[in-house]
Nanobody
Framework: QVRLVESGGGSVQAGGSLRLSCSASGYTHSMAWFRQAPGKGNVGVACIAGNDYIRYSDSVKGRFTITRESDKNTLYLQMNGLGPEDTGTYYC????????????????????WGQGTQVTVSS
């Protein structure tokens, strides 16, 4: 069992930046960030497998950057140019297997989940 703990959420104005962190209690190969906006489903934002596969949703390409420090079992999401559409609860997800391709941003591919951290962007 791997425990994931997110941090770094908050409230910012449009155009601002935030950096989310996710600390894992054990080994994970693939990790991802998902966002759940109020009244909507869980949407994949970015994912990373090992240190050589990265994928972003079209809505965040060029604005968000996903990175990881494998020796610290920590995942990050640098979010720049935030807009109100980025508002939601951000969840960290992980799996011990390699998750790539079309399914990499689907929630069902990840077995471990954090509790989420709230991001609110005001216009």
């Amino acid at each position: 069992q791997v425990r994931l703990v997110e941090s770094g959420g908050g409230s910012v104005q449009a155009g601002g930046s935030l950096r989310l962190s996710c600390s894992a209690s054990g080994y994970t190969h693939s990790m991802a960030w998902f966002r759940q906006a109020p009244g909507k489903g869980n949407v994949g934002v970015a994912c990373i497998a090992g240190n050589d596969y990265i994928r972003y949703s079209d809505s965040v390409k060029g604005r968000f950057t996903i990175t990881r420090e494998s020796d610290k079992n920590t995942l990050y999401l640098q979010m720049n140019g935030l807009g109100p559409e980025d508002t939601g609860t951000y969840y960290c997800a992980a799996d011990t297997s390699r998750v790539t391709g079309d399914m990499a941003l689907y929630p069902s591919r990840y077995i471990y989940w954090g509790q989420g951290t709230q991001v609110t962007v005001s216009s």
